[in-house]
């Protein structure tokens, strides 16, 4: 029953085939735009709710700033800084109007509007009128919204044009402070990736090619993803006064002496999405992480006589009742009994399809014998993947079950990018050879054909240049460096930093 | 301490203050669109967060779909429906480009992009996909979302070119299932509405020129503000199969036919927030019902003297995690502890602005004695404004009296709305005389000067040429129909039906 397509024979399009059949998002008639389908929308659902409690546990509040930011608010970025990314969605007219019958743009602005592709400009303007004084600061404020980035080539979830986000935006007094919100932006980051999604991440610093156009010092944290590719899954940037200084944050320090603000912005995407993806499904599909799942469980009645169903449903009704008191992770457990007119065979494969944690089919021999029979999505293809218990075990080892699930996901995702980090390759010859190779599904328990390399940089600019003819980059430089001397994997110039080399979505 | 304006002189200018002193949005350097600050935008997420339930309890799901609609998704409503909406944001270029050191539209679109101003077009485009077969169907979807209108006169929360709403579109196999499914969701706005912003409604069909363009009936929501204008606080609309033949949403019925679906669509908005402001604030500022009150308790420590704080704090702590066990509503109490380096009276002001239900004030005195200072902001300006109660009486009370405070908004509120309709003007003359007069702040227990009119209305083209000429409005078809005979209060013909007559926002 696997998917039509397989990691080992194609990975882009069984990632393709993962989405679609797990019916999580799907392309729209709206070129370049996915639509996120309740499966997929479901687990951003629970992705928000972990986050949101993070963002306002450590103080920060939620608002809401237009999406339409004047031209005029980008042109001292475009001028000043370098990469300055220009591919955004352009709004020049107000109203519709019929000319030969035909529907045509009317009422031209008098000055452009941007389709937010980040907020900083936005947010900045506003910052600008609430900080006065040192009293004021920090200002500690986050979003839920929109963006739109006019991508060439569109991948559900990896690389939409609109794709949802939170966008963390502060100021502070000092440089200080805002350093260190920066860093604890990033660690929650890592916190969501590995603790949420069982997907565990390496962090670090960009060099200062892949910085967010405009900050001091862009962190992230990367996944490795199944094929032995980067994903970046989160980024946080420390701003220094660069917009405060655009925008004119400026506030009266303690010293009574005017001083721009420090500020910090932080941003996570539906794009996890695709990371759990990439590193959870399977060749029969999705799998999702407990903590993430829409459902954590799914019932399915094997009712194979219908004089059977009021004894299954009874059984059933009972069965749900006293799981629904169970807190797995601290919340309230998710439950669905699927009810709909279809064959429970068919109903089983949807739901692996999807990926639910754990299904309980159920039917008048498990309702007489006090049963049930429990399915874990994990376990699929080995020789646990039915077992029969009683409902009184069920209901004791429920949440253990759950824990363990996502504990072992995430245990098999950091053997993995622990496995496949080549620390071994010192010369610029090996690495060549190495990148030589293309990216392939990393099949479990086997070494990676290529993935990450953890080697030396040199900094220098015809490095850059190498990087982008091999199209491999630098995904971060760890914040544990070894300190020793080597050559850099690029020039073969003596270099000291070590970075993470790797092919990235 | 009122307010710079206060209702009675202003009203318009009052509401503006209510929403800047609040604190709870701006107008933004993005024209005619506003900021939603964090009191504002936390109202918004308990209205969000109290409905979504709904939304899921009635088997609905959340989806995401693209904010951009190709132009020629319009081109057919246009042509075929009278009303059609044309100020809508246009996006016709997806890059930015430098010329002359200014920068520049550039990649001219093929086709424009509508910022979507209602979903209805794309959702059906979708639903056509999904849609096969009877057993597809009902498709019951929402979406929470930012939708942007081209306003002219735009006011905050009221109408500003973007807001943020939700949207539920369903799809049925007969008409009778989607009528019902209009009307429930009615009916679930009701509940919104009454219950939880303690915002009393007239529930009612819009008569046929007040229709949202496509539909066959659209079905609302009206409260009466202060100042005796209604507002639309949401519409549910059975669209019969109008949108299904132009997205060609069809399906094999029971009979195995094709036919057209039935659907519906239903949604309401941040306009919510402006309503509970012009039903509840006074001339001290805002009042939130403690339902969707960010927090329903704001503890104030009263330190007039530096070596009491250690005392004072702990005794704060003491009170409040008594207080954070209690579930009013049956849900987690929401308590903030103002600890910011302000006098305490500044603070109390302030949270008196912002409309926190219960205040408490905490000194040492009241630690010393086991006590607290209790202020209820419905009761200011009383002689119960602040009262002294004991602590243990405090953990007792506290939940009856927030219960207590969300049921006196609502009646109150509801005795304002049932005084305020008169049903005694039967003569198109006296009618004419009562509209002459302006609208204006009705005070606690009188009655208001312009406010709502039952009376007949013929229906006659001619009945709506006077509406306009005298801005006025008929609000709703009420359901309940005395089926008597009389005079149209607008054109004195003979008349049997009955509506609610009013200005508007």
Same mark, same amino acid.
């Given at each position: 029953?696997?998917?039509?397509?397989?990691?080992?024979?194609n990975?882009?399009?069984?990632?393709?085939?993962?989405?679609?059949?797990?019916?999580?998002?799907?392309?729209?008639?709206?070129?370049?735009?996915? %639509?996120i !389908?309740?499966?997929?929308?479901?687990?951003?659902?629970?992705?928000?709710?972990?986050?949101?409690?993070?963002?306002?546990?450590? &103080?920060?509040?939620?608002?809401?700033?237009?999406?339409?930011?004047?031209?005029?608010?980008?042109?001292?970025?475009?001028?000043?800084?370098?990469?300055?990314?220009?591919?955004?969605?352009?709004?020049? +007219?107000?109203?519709?109007?019929?000319?030969?019958?035909?529907?045509?743009? &009317?009422?031209?602005?008098?000055?452009?509007?941007?389709?937010?592709?980040?907020?900083?400009?936005?947010?900045?303007?506003?910052?600008?009128?609430?900080?006065?004084?040192?009293?004021?600061?920090?200002?500690?404020?986050?979003?839920?919204?929109?963006?739109?980035?006019?991508?060439?080539?569109?991948? =559900?979830?990896?690389?939409?044009?609109?794709?949802?986000?939170?966008?963390? +935006?502060?100021?502070?007094?000092?440089?200080?402070?805002?350093?260190?919100?920066?860093?604890?932006?990033? &660690?929650?980051?890592?916190?969501?990736?590995?603790?949420?999604?069982?997907?565990p991440?390496?962090?670090?610093? !960009?060099? /200062?090619?892949?910085?967010?156009?405009?900050?001091?010092?862009?962190?992230?944290?990367?996944?490795?993803?199944?094929?032995?590719?980067?994903?970046?899954?989160?980024?946080?940037?420390?701003?220094?006064? $660069?917009?405060?200084?655009?925008?004119?944050?400026?506030?009266? $320090?303690?010293?009574?002496?005017?001083?721009?603000?420090?500020?910090?912005?932080?941003?996570?995407?539906?794009?996890?999405?695709?990371?759990?993806?990439?590193?959870?499904?399977?060749?029969?599909?999705?799998v999702?992480?407990? !903590?993430?799942?829409?459902?954590?469980? %799914?019932?399915?009645?094997?009712?194979?006589?219908?004089?059977?169903?009021?004894?299954?449903?009874?059984?059933?009704?009972k069965?749900?009742?006293?799981?629904?008191?169970?807190?797995?992770?601290?919340d309230?457990?998710?439950?669905?009994?699927?009810?709909?007119d279809?064959?429970?065979?068919?109903?089983?494969?949807?739901?692996?399809?999807?990926? #639910?944690?754990?299904?309980?089919?159920?039917?008048?021999?498990?309702?007489?014998?006090?049963n049930?029979?429990?399915?874990?999505?994990?376990? =699929?293809?080995?020789?646990? #993947?039915?077992?029969?218990?009683?409902? $009184?075990?069920?209901?004791?080892?429920?949440?253990?079950?759950?824990?363990?699930?996502?504990?072992?996901?995430?245990?098999?995702?950091?053997?993995?990018?622990?496995? $496949?980090?080549?620390?071994?390759?010192?010369?610029?010859?090996?690495?060549?050879?190495?990148?030589?190779?293309s990216?392939?599904?990393?099949?479990?328990?086997? #070494?990676?054909?290529?993935?990450?390399?953890?080697?030396?940089?040199?900094?220098?600019?015809?490095?850059? /240049?190498?990087?982008?003819?091999?199209?491999?980059?630098?995904r971060?430089?760890?914040?544990?460096?070894?300190?020793?001397?080597?050559?850099?994997?690029?020039?073969?110039?003596?270099?000291? =930093?070590?970075?993470?080399?790797?092919?990235?979505?």
């Amino acid at each position: 029953m696997a998917l039509k397509k397989i990691r080992k024979d194609n990975y882009p399009e069984w990632y393709q085939a993962v989405v679609a059949e797990a019916d999580m998002a799907e392309n729209s008639s709206s070129p370049g735009c996915m %639509v996120i !389908k309740p499966w997929g929308y479901g687990i951003w659902e629970r992705i928000r709710d972990v986050f949101d409690e993070k963002i306002k546990s450590t &103080d920060h509040e939620n608002c809401y700033f237009p999406m339409f930011i004047p031209l005029s608010f980008f042109q001292k970025e475009a001028e000043h800084v370098d990469g300055f990314a220009k591919e955004m969605a352009v709004v020049t +007219h107000s109203r519709l109007s019929m000319q030969d019958g035909k529907l045509v743009p &009317d009422s031209k602005l008098e000055e452009p509007l941007i389709v937010r592709p980040t907020s900083e400009a936005i947010i900045a303007d506003s910052f600008s009128k609430w900080v006065k004084s040192y009293r004021d600061l920090p200002v500690l404020i986050n979003q839920w919204a929109n963006v739109v980035r006019w991508e060439m080539r569109p991948r =559900l979830f990896l690389r939409t044009r609109e794709f949802l986000w939170q966008e963390g +935006h502060t100021a502070h007094s000092t440089p200080k402070e805002a350093e260190e919100e920066t860093l604890r932006m990033l &660690d929650a980051y890592k916190d969501l990736c590995e603790n949420t999604l069982a997907m565990p991440v390496l962090v670090g610093r !960009k060099p /200062e090619h892949e910085k967010f156009p405009g900050a001091i010092d862009t962190y992230c944290v990367e996944a490795m993803m199944q094929d032995g590719k980067a994903l970046q899954a989160g980024t946080s940037h420390f701003l220094g006064q $660069n917009f405060a200084k655009s925008a004119n944050i400026t506030f009266v $320090n303690k010293q009574n002496q005017p001083e721009y603000a420090y500020t910090t912005s932080w941003g996570v995407s539906t794009r996890l999405i695709g990371g759990v993806i990439m590193t959870h499904a399977d060749d029969e599909g999705m799998v999702v992480p407990p !903590k993430i799942a829409p459902y954590q469980i %799914v019932i399915i009645p094997v009712i194979k006589n219908q004089a059977d169903e009021d004894a299954v449903m009874d059984y059933i009704s009972k069965i749900r009742s006293s799981l629904a008191t169970k807190l797995p992770f601290g919340d309230k457990i998710r439950i669905k009994l699927d009810k709909r007119d279809k064959s429970s065979v068919d109903k089983f494969w949807e739901w692996t399809r999807k990926g #639910a944690p754990i299904i309980l089919e159920i039917g008048k021999r498990d309702a007489d014998a006090g049963n049930v029979m429990i399915k874990e999505r994990i376990k =699929l293809g080995t020789p646990e #993947a039915k077992v029969i218990i009683s409902a $009184n075990e069920l209901e004791n080892s429920i949440v253990e079950r759950l824990e363990n699930i996502q504990a072992q996901m995430f245990d098999k995702a950091k053997e993995r990018l622990e496995a $496949n980090i080549r620390t071994d390759i010192n010369t610029a010859e090996d690495f060549n050879e190495y990148f030589a190779q293309s990216n392939e599904w990393i099949e479990d328990g086997k #070494a990676a054909k290529v993935a990450f390399v953890r080697g030396k940089w040199c900094g220098d600019p015809e490095s850059e /240049e190498l990087l982008k003819a091999m199209k491999i980059t630098i995904r971060c430089i760890p914040f544990e460096q070894s300190k020793t001397e080597g050559v850099c994997l690029l020039t073969g110039k003596p270099a000291t =930093l070590d970075v993470i080399y790797a092919r990235s979505y």
